[in-house]
């Protein structure tokens, strides 16, 4: 018998929510997380906007000493992991043998930029010999991985996905493959980036990927609108507890959807740029339905990579009505990056904790700041306010600079 694959916890710290309620309060209200960033001084930036996690005090989850050891994108998923554990009813001592078919598999972009950043400076102003002994494990991103199975006895498969903005949509994939092929019974599986630093904020920008609105930061991210000028960078991180679905019901576990699809695909074209046409994405899409077996008319909702750049808005719809057929027009499409803006390796994560909070209460987000419509950008993108729809089951969609597409479907359970 074929093993399924279901969602037993949810967890996050994002922009708008230090919890998943918080949070999908927030979103389903069309309130917009983004502000002028506090981290640091951005005069002589281009850019002074992002989606800055003000609230956020990482000894909330971790011991003091040991919280002062880590990047902030550790912190956020170590955070947004015992969330998740806690919702799904899991803890392991060390010497539980269940604990050996428990996993994780994180996805990060970046991985510990900040911490990256504040040595170089170190070295730059103080000399190497001054640099931190743990500046190797505060950078590597795979490390997010390594310390919550160090934390939460998670001793089975432990690995990173690192697909810039598609990194933690294939954590969550490769989890559940991990389980389909019996080498685990649960997995921790999600995502954090924590980019809000000079370097990160200079790249991107000089790379032209950044909206300016800087006069107006909650009106900048504006997915699929006409005078979209860019995506506003975000940080978090979200964690989903994948188990194997007869696992799940033996111990009583609430389960919240099951992984129904999953599709990856690459546009093989540029560095940055998606394919023109959106074939690349279209067949990330394909291959999620297939893989699960079901038809476009069964999905209810997707949640949009949407990343409010002129070039991804109009690939992606092109994309979905290649995927969809007829059934793209009638389709509710809504991109809550308007709301918290980019989280980069970490935004696949939390578009799949959205996809089934949506199945849970039959709501769907907004776009918001869809104020102007663009006409290469034709479909329903729920603009502006929340639509109380019944979905049975949702995809959500991530594409990665380096042509990188996967495409996730969550199923009612």
């Given amino acids: 018998m074929a093993r399924r694959v279901v969602v037993t916890g949810l967890g996050t710290v994002n922009p708008l929510g230090m919890d998943v309620e918080s949070f999908w309060k927030a979103a389903q209200a069309g309130t917009s997380g983004i502000g002028l960033i506090t981290a640091f001084d951005t005069k002589g930036f281009k850019v002074h906007i992002g ?47 269940a604990a050996l078919r428990a996993g994780v598999v994180v996805g990060s972009g970046i991985g510990g930029m900040i911490s990256f950043q504040g040595n170089l400076d ?22 997010a991985a390594g310390l919550v199975s160090i934390e939460f ?24 493959e991990i ?50 000028d860019g995506f506003v960078m975000g940080e978090g991180a979200a964690t989903l507890i994948l188990e194997e679905r007869e696992h799940a019901i033996a111990r009583g576990a609430t389960i919240h959807a099951e992984v129904a699809g999953y599709g990856m695909s690459s546009d093989g074209y540029h560095v940055t740029l998606p394919r023109p046409g959106g074939a690349g994405a279209a067949r990330a899409m394909a291959n999620a339905l297939r893989n699960g077996g079901l038809g476009p008319e069964e999905i209810g909702y997707i949640n949009a ?3 409010s750049t002129m070039a991804n808005d109009v690939t992606e719809t092109e994309a979905i009505k290649t995927a969809f057929g007829e059934h793209a027009d009638g389709m509710p499409i809504s991109s809550t990056k308007s709301m918290t803006g980019h989280l980069l390796g970490g935004a696949g994560a939390l578009e799949s904790l959205v996809c ?16 102007n419509p663009d006409p290469e950008c034709d479909l329903d993108y729920v603009p502006n306010e929340a639509r109380e729809v019944p979905v049975r089951a949702a995809m959500t969609n991530s594409f990665g600079f380096g042509g990188h597409n996967v495409s996730l479907v969550f199923a009612a359970h």
């Fill in 153 to 176: 006895n998670l001793f089975g498969p432990n690995t990173c996905t690192v697909t810039a903005c598609a990194a933690s949509a294939n954590a969550i994939g490769d989890a559940a």
């Fill in 51 to 97: 989606g800055e996690i003000a609230a956020f005090d990482p000894e909330q989850w971790i011991e003091k000493r040991e919280a002062r050891r880590l990047d902030r994108f550790d912190q956020l998923f170590w955070a947004a992991t015992a969330q998740a554990l806690a919702d799904a009813g899991i803890s392991y001592e060390e010497d539980d043998p």
């Fill in 305 to 307: 990579h949407g990343t």
């Fill in 356 to 371: 089934i909070l949506a199945m849970r209460d039959g709501v769907v987000p907004p776009t918001i700041n869809y104020e």
């Fill in 122 to 143: 170190v070295m730059r102003d103080r000399g190497p010999g001054r640099i931190s002994p743990l500046a190797i494990t505060q950078i590597i991103p795979n490390m």
């Fill in 179 to 228: 389980i389909k092929r019996g080498d685990a019974d649960v997995m921790v599986a999600g995502g954090a980036e924590a980019p809000l630093c000079e370097f990160a904020l200079a790249g991107f920008s000089q790379a032209r990927a950044l909206s300016t609105r800087n006069d107006d930061p909650g009106a900048a991210s504006r997915p699929f609108d006409a005078d979209r």
